[in-house]
C-alpha cells in the first residue's frame, strides 16, 4: 500500500495489521479492538483508511451492544 504518507515519519511503506484504539465519543471512552490499519514500516503508526474509520464510527454511534465491558486504569504524566 503506497498511496499513504506517514503522519509521524514520512515513510512510505506500510504492511497490514491490526490495531485496538480507544476513541472518545462525547466524552465516553470506547476501546475498539481488532481495526484492520496499515503500520508504518519505520516506525508502526497505523493509519486507517476513510472506510474503516466512517465504519468505527458507525459502530459506536449505532448504540449496539459492547463485546465486554473493562475497568482501566489511568495515570497522570508526571
Ligand atoms: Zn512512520
Known amino acids: 500500500m503506497k498511496d499513504f504518507i ?3 515519519c514520512g ?3 506500510f504492511s497490514e ?3 485496538d ?3 472518545n465519543i462525547e466524552g465516553k471512552l470506547c476501546l475498539v479492538e ?3 490499519a496499515f ?3 519505520r516506525c508502526q503508526e497505523p493509519i486507517l483508511t476513510i472506510e474503516t474509520t466512517e465504519h468505527i464510527r458507525f459502530i459506536l454511534k449505532s448504540n ?3 463485546s465486554k465491558i473493562v ?3 489511568v495515570y497522570e504524566f508526571s
Request: hydrophobic share 20%; proline share 8%; glycine share 4%.
Open 6 to 8: 506517514c503522519s509521524n
Open 11 to 13: 515513510n512510505n511503506n
Open 17 to 19: 495489521g491490526k490495531i
Open 21 to 23: 484504539k480507544v476513541f
Open 34 to 36: 481488532n481495526i484492520p
Open 39 to 41: 503500520l508504518c514500516n
Open 64 to 66: 449496539q451492544k459492547p
Open 71 to 73: 475497568t482501566t486504569q
